[in-house]
């Protein structure tokens, strides 16, 4: 007979020998997944999710229970089980790679376990033959569709496009230009953070092509030397971008040590050490960079003619001469301003800088990071510009106090609590304006207790008049900011393209993904921004905004999550998320926060856009950004469980460890928050699916998209922390920014597969890429020496993106001869 019953196909005398073991082992695994998959399954559908896992946990539980007992109907079971998941994946997502891998390849891999129970049954001896053929067959098919669903994992440019907008073209009168407003423009040499008071990452360097890129060999590479110890490891975040001024090269280390090397073969050339306590180190030990200035009519050789000018950890701004690294006794008491003057109450790490300051006629204009999340009662977010000669204070922005431009009464203290700006500025040297992007008043996610001028200031970018620090225009980017959207990016200034010349004009990046683009002498949008309905709820309805502004364009957000989006490494992970996104808050872009349940919010505080920026080609007129796509998975705590938990502001001797890891007290607000950066579980994969990082490249006229690909491999990341050594683009986490140059190349870092790529600008293809010793979180830089270019970057790692941290300053360069 050719039927095989279920009776004929169960062995009456189970051997005891592997096979049997074997099934065993397989049917309680299929018993165990069946009970947790069908249990969730049950839970999501009572959420009003979907209805595949609790009948796919009913089958594997029965036909794990076959298996048990001998029959081989179980193998079947589960094999047709594979079969309806595999239909099922594909109704749910298509071909997409990376959200078929936790549908799919768990369940495959199992399925090939089933498969090798067969030898188990008597009646099966003989086919064992048929079965290793069944097996390799379904290998080779799941593969080869998995590689090229894989490979189909990239965001096309056509499916981003936007619709082309016509910009709004201001007619402005011309001005004379003062004496003093020279914009040092970055050509051989890379003389200002971001290229140029402009911002814009961009150099006319052209030796390096994407022809010859592949030829990129290491130069040279010098150490810092400024590592962390055991009480520190888990705070380094160097973030540096070098100055490069006429053959000689300025970087700092984590800890504010200043170098000077020869730009041409990395030698030290000397090195000051400002001596930071450990404990001044606020969020992350990090030194984006310095900034240069030669003061007007000094002799060549006279001491500190020319000078470099940076912040600390520790909140001094100090002056020291770049030909020797000496303290320039003419700035400030002997080289030293003490930025804590008019501060007030603060504690060790509370009032930091971590960002150069921007000289703009003969004015240091900088700011501070006050630590995110503490207290209400903050040290002030004031913007002071200093004379870049005596270091006297020049101004003082204090938004608190409007009448006041000096340092505040005796007794007195600057207005507490404040938006601060704790990235770079930009500058119109021109026109004599500074640009501020500014962040969230002191706690991010409680906005009730905050004072008018607070709601009118917070997330927007503020044109201060630098010879008077008086404001001129000012635009929001988030009205009534409860989601920590403050604008991290230094903005970009541009002679932006109309169709009736050129406009000066400021593109202003968003971590909520929005690009705006304004005219920077009025603030006036040159494209249209609308102003659409948001979410309500939360547990201040009456004080959110019931709009937000959107951009007619650009912008670097993705559509509204779903239940489909939810990733991990296993079927049991995206249940798992699937229960959670159920069970959390979320009605779509600004969700306002809950107590009573988590909420999502999307994008998360890492971007869009964070303090890498944008570069503009403004010779080829191509925007280019990186950008994240990553949720955030928060939730109030009321304050008397806060209290429980150990959650304490800085000032008043800082929170446990395990409420360090939660979130932030949020002191004087009736809740603490905690947050889930990027909504991770605890394999350390994302509840979100990837690609979880991308580069664009934008035309500069229109705002639309050129091309669009994801940015980092799977190389370097992998559940538990464990590298899982593939080769996949899957689109990493990134922090850091892009350089553009003339050679029609992009170079990024930034990732967390700790690579240094060189991109097609025209076609987004990568051309070369180098390994780096550590986290490349930072933005390289571009000059050119003796007739040689050379691409530098100082790769520090960082302890928010979990990637290995160093110290080492790295060349790269054409071979010569």
């Not at 036909?63 to 048990?68: C, D, E, S």
């Not at 390799?136 to 907008?165: E, K, R, V």
């Not at 304490?648 to 360090?660: N, T, V, Y």
């Not at 992009?746 to 550590?774: E, S």
């Amino acid at each position: 007979m050719t039927n095989i019953s279920l009776h004929t196909a169960r062995d009456p005398v189970p051997r005891r020998g592997i096979a049997f073991w074997w099934r065993m082992l397989v049917g309680l695994l299929l018993v165990i997944l069946g009970l947790l998959i069908g249990g969730g399954g049950a839970w999501l559908i009572a959420l009003g999710g979907s209805w595949y896992y609790l009948p796919a946990g009913i089958a594997l539980l029965i036909a794990g229970t076959l298996l048990l007992t001998g029959n081989a109907a179980g193998v079947w079971l589960y094999t047709l089980t594979w079969l309806a998941t595999l239909v099922w994946a594909y109704w749910e997502v298509g071909f997409d790679g990376w959200a078929l891998m936790p549908r799919i390849l768990a369940p495959t891999i199992i399925l090939i376990f089933v498969l090798l129970a067969l030898p188990a049954f008597r009646a099966w001896d003989q086919r064992i033959g048929a079965t290793t053929a069944y097996v390799t067959g379904l290998l080779i098919l799941i593969l080869a569709g998995g590689a090229g669903a894989f490979d189909a994992s990239h965001i096309s440019a056509a499916a981003q496009s936007q619709p082309a907008q016509t910009p709004i073209a201001p007619v402005a009168p011309a001005a004379p230009t003062p004496p003093d407003a020279t914009i040092h423009a970055a050509g051989n040499d890379w003389p200002v953070y971001g290229g140029s008071e402009l911002g814009t990452r961009y150099s006319p360097l052209n030796q390096i092509t994407a022809a010859n890129a592949g030829k990129l060999t290491k130069a040279w590479s010098f150490h810092t030397g400024d590592m962390p110890d055991d009480a520190t490891k888990d705070l380094y975040s160097p973030e540096n971008t070098p100055l490069e001024i006429g053959g000689h090269l300025y970087a700092c280390s984590a800890k504010d040590i200043v170098i000077s090397a020869d730009a041409r073969s990395g030698k030290e050339e000397w090195r000051y050490d400002p001596k930071v306590p450990d404990n001044a180190i606020p969020y992350g030990a990090s030194c984006r960079g310095v900034a240069y200035f030669s003061v007007p009519g000094a002799k060549a050789d006279q001491a500190c003619a020319s000078r470099i000018i940076f912040g600390t950890l520790d909140a001094r701004l100090i002056a020291i001469d770049a030909r020797t690294g000496k303290p320039c006794a003419d700035f400030g008491q002997q080289g030293i301003v003490d930025l804590n003057q008019g501060i007030g109450e603060s504690a060790p790490g509370w009032y930091s800088v971590t960002a150069p300051p921007t000289i703009v006629r003969g004015v240091a204009v900088i700011g501070a990071q006050v630590k995110d999340g503490q207290a209400e009662n903050a040290p002030s977010g004031v913007v002071r510009g200093y004379d870049a000669t005596t270091g006297k204070l020049a101004w003082a922005w204090d938004m608190g106090h409007p009448d006041r431009t000096g340092a505040p009464p005796q007794g007195d203290t600057y207005t507490r609590g404040t938006p601060n700006m704790w990235t770079v500025a930009a500058a119109d040297p021109q026109l004599g304006y500074v640009y501020l992007p500014l962040g969230n008043a002191a706690v991010d996610y409680y906005g009730v207790d905050r004072k008018d001028f607070e709601n009118e200031y917070n997330s927007s970018i503020v044109a201060i008049d630098v010879t008077t620090g008086k404001p001129v225009w000012h635009f929001q980017t988030v009205h009534h900011d409860l989601w920590d959207y403050d604008l991290g990016s230094q903005p970009t200034l541009v002679d932006f393209p109309t169709v009736t010349g050129k406009t000066p004009a400021i593109i202003v990046p968003s971590k909520q993904g929005q690009i705006y683009v304004l005219d920077r002498k009025t603030g006036k949008p040159l494209f249209p921004v609308e102003e659409r309905k948001v979410p309500s709820g939360g547990v201040e309805p009456d004080k959110l905004s019931k709009t937000q502004p959107y951009s007619g364009y650009a912008h670097l957000d993705q559509p509204v999550l779903t239940e489909k989006d939810m990733w991990g490494m296993s079927p049991l992970d995206q249940l798992y998320c699937r229960i959670q996104f159920h069970r959390a808050y979320y009605q779509g872009e600004y969700t306002p926060p809950t107590v009573n349940q988590p909420f999502i919010e999307y994008p998360g505080y890492n971007g869009g856009s964070d303090w890498g920026s944008v570069a503009v080609d403004t010779d080829s007129g191509v925007l280019v950004a990186n950008y994240n796509d990553m949720p955030n998975f928060n939730q109030l705590i009321p304050r008397k469980e806060a209290d429980q938990m150990g959650f304490k502001p800085i000032d008043k001797g800082g929170s446990s460890k395990k409420a360090k890891a939660i979130g932030d007290p949020q002191a004087g607000s009736p809740y603490a928050i905690a947050v889930n950066a990027g909504w991770r579980l605890s394999t350390g994969l994302l509840c979100s699916k990837p690609p979880y990082g991308h580069i664009r490249a934008i035309d500069l006229k229109t705002g639309r998209t050129l091309w669009d690909e994801p940015l980092g491999s799977a190389d370097k990341n992998g559940p538990f922390g464990l590298p899982s050594m593939l080769p996949l683009t899957i689109g990493t986490p990134n922090n850091g920014g892009p350089l553009v140059t003339a050679g029609g190349l992009i170079f990024i870092a930034a990732t967390t597969d700790n690579k240094l790529r060189a991109i097609d600008i025209k076609t987004g293809k990568q051309v070369w890429q180098a390994d780096l010793p550590a986290g490349g979180q930072t933005t390289p830089m571009t000059y050119e020496v003796d007739g040689r270019q050379y691409i530098v970057i100082a790769p520090g790692g960082h302890h928010f993106m979990e990637t290995k941290v160093g110290d080492e300053v790295i060349a790269y360069a054409l071979p010569t001869g």
